[in-house]
T-cell receptor
Framework: DGGITQSPKYLFRKEGQNVTLSCEQNLNHDAMYWYRQDPGQGLRLIYYSQIVNDFQKGDIAEGYSVSREKKESFPLTVTSAQKNPTAFYLCASRLGQRRVGKQPQHFGDGTRLSIL | AQKITQTQPGMFVQEKEAVTLDCTYDTSDQSYGLFWYKQPSSGEMIFLIY??????QNATEGRYSLNFQKARKSANLVISASQLGDSAMYFC??????????FGAGTTVTVRA
């Protein structure tokens, strides 16, 4: 089945440590996105990528980094510079055909990150 | 800049009744799109319905319909014949530049038997 796979489901970070969240899609989508969700709140955009080897900062990129070396993969690294990383992280992808504005973003099941 | 406002933090609805979730938006774009997503307690985001700014008719998808009032900048979601499985958080989102989405704070719906 086609879909978006995020791993791990739960992740714990020690102080001063970088951690990487995995996001893989087999939908052949061009665009991929990372969002952060804090309890009881909406989603905020961290980074997004429209094509391979290109990505842009979202609204809350500080303390995060990404790469897009392959079309199907868009890993997110939470660096030690992110002082409050505890949150639910969601990865999404979209077909990317600009003329088809109604194409929704499809989401993975998320990764819950906590500080030890 | 785009802004989405959902003013109802939580709502209760009786099973089999209809419920309306409010969403207002602010944008200077002439062309835009509005999406509604459902987030159950398990966390995944499920796409429900889409409304384009130039669509002349309100969108419908099964038990979901969108009451789009462009002049008032509102895009309310109506869930008809509520079921226990509809209990979840619901998010309104707007498509902006580069097809990024801006999300509202969400509304929690609890369906009572």
């Amino acid at each position: 089945d086609g879909g978006i796979t995020q791993s791990p489901k739960y992740l714990f970070r020690k102080e001063g440590q970088n951690v990487t969240l995995s996001c893989e899609q087999n939908l052949n989508h061009d665009a991929m996105y990372w969002y952060r969700q804090d309890p009881g709140q909406g989603l905020r955009l961290i980074y997004y990528s429209q094509i391979v080897n290109d990505f842009q900062k979202g609204d809350i990129a500080e303390g995060y980094s990404v790469s897009r070396e392959k079309k199907e993969s868009f890993p997110l690294t939470v660096t030690s510079a992110q002082k409050n990383p505890t949150a639910f992280y969601l990865c999404a992808s979209r077909l990317g055909q600009r003329r088809v504005g109604k194409q929704p973003q499809h989401f993975g099941d998320g990764t819950r990150l906590s500080i030890l | 800049a785009q802004k989405i406002t959902q003013t109802q933090p939580g709502m209760f609805v009786q099973e089999k009744e209809a419920v309306t979730l409010d969403c207002t938006y602010d944008t200077s774009d002439q062309s835009y799109g509005l999406f509604w997503y459902k987030q159950p307690s398990s966390g995944e985001m499920i796409f429900l319905i889409y409304q384009g700014s130039y669509d002349e008719q309100n969108a419908t998808e099964g038990r979901y319909s969108l009451n789009f009032q462009k002049a008032r900048k509102s895009a309310n979601l109506v869930i008809s014949a509520s079921q226990l499985g509809d209990s979840a958080m619901y998010f309104c989102a707007m498509r902006g530049d580069d097809y990024k989405l801006s999300f509202g704070a969400g509304t929690t719906v609890t369906v009572r038997a």
